[in-house]
Every structure is written in structure tokens, then in C-alpha cells.
């Protein structure tokens, strides 16, 4: 069993900051790649930001230089600082982890998603 759990949420002014945590738990062995998405109500979920195994660092172009993601694949944690956020920022950001593979069950790789952390930006 795994489980994904985000916090560090909130409601927030535009240009303001704020910084969110996940933390994966259970028998994990491996995972392909550690990262955050978000979804506003009514469009589809988005990357925002994601570590691959390999150290490369993917941003979605609407974040770049205003987000700083950082994962810890042995500790299985990743932070996403949010800083200078927008009104269109607002969202539930989910973390996710890719390509999972489970203690004793090699070959076999799920997605996994956290239950996601809402993020308000007022204007």
C-alpha cells in the first residue's frame, strides 16, 4: 500500500508566496519520476512540475521562474515553492508519483496521486 499525502495549502494575495510538501509512505522500491500537477474545476489536470529519476527537472512554461520544485527520491518527499503567484495560479495541486513500483512486485509500475492541497490566489 502507498499513500501520497500534500499539505501547505491556503489562500493566499497575488504576489505572495507559499510552499507545499508531499510525502509518499509504504513499500515503495522504485519510482520513474516524483512531481506536481494542479486542477482548476471544469479543465484538465496539468503539469506543473516534476523530477525525473535522473535528475531532469521539468516546469510548465505558465511557472517557470516563479516555481522551484525539489524531491527527495530517497526519502520519497518533494516540495513545490510557489512564489510571485497569480490569480490563475489558483488551483488543487496534486503530487504525483510515476512509474512506482512496489516492494515485491517488480514489473509492475502504477501512478500514484495524492488526495491534493487547495491553493487560492486573490487579487
Known amino acids: 500500500q502507498v499513500q501520497v499525502v500534500e499539505s501547505g495549502g491556503g489562500l493566499v494575495h497575488a504576489g505572495d508566496s507559499l510552499r507545499l510538501s508531499c510525502a509518499a509512505s509504504?513499500?515503495?522500491?522504485?519510482?520513474?519520476?516524483m512531481g506536481w500537477y494542479r486542477q482548476v474545476a471544469g479543465k484538465p489536470r496539468e503539469l506543473v512540475a516534476v523530477?525525473?529519476?535522473?535528475?531532469?527537472?521539468n516546469y510548465a512554461d505558465a511557472v517557470k521562474g516563479r516555481f522551484t520544485i525539489s524531491v527527495d527520491h530517497a526519502k520519497n518527499t518533494a516540495t513545490l515553492q510557489l512564489n510571485n503567484l497569480k490569480s490563475e495560479d489558483g488551483a488543487t495541486y496534486y503530487c504525483?508519483?510515476?512509474?512506482?513500483?512496489?516492494?515485491?512486485?517488480?514489473?509492475?509500475?502504477?501512478?500514484?496521486w495524492g488526495q491534493g492541497t487547495l491553493v487560492t490566489v486573490s487579487s
Open positions: 504525483t508519483l510515476v512509474g512506482l513500483v512496489v516492494t515485491g512486485a517488480p514489473g509492475v509500475a502504477m501512478d500514484y
Open positions: 509504504g513499500n515503495i522500491d522504485s519510482m520513474y519520476a
Open positions: 523530477v525525473l529519476r535522473s535528475g531532469t527537472i
